[in-house]
């Protein structure tokens, strides 16, 4: 019984880079509402390659729901890939649009 509760109270944390058209297509912003909507931690920014990395934290399902919409995008991106990298939970609050 302990081992479901403490599965129900997991965070796990993900980085993941976007590649394709993903600048300039409110890629960012769209990725901020819906980590907000789905109550994920975490952040998004542009990388100097043309790519789009973003930083997700929190519920496992949540985290799943993000990375789906990585893998699609909003209306005007192409995604041509999705690297996905396993982090240990760091205890982020909230979510942001970090720029560099």
Known sequence: MSGESEERGARIRRRAIVHGRVQGVAFRASTCEAARRAGVDGWVRNLADGGVE??????????????????????????NDLEVFDEAPRGDSGFEIQHT
Request: aromatic residues 12%; negative net charge.
């Open 54 to 79: 973003a930083v997700f934290e929190g519920d496992p399902s949540a985290v799943a729901t993000l990375l789906a919409f990585c893998r699609e995008g909003p209306a005007w991106a192409e995604v």
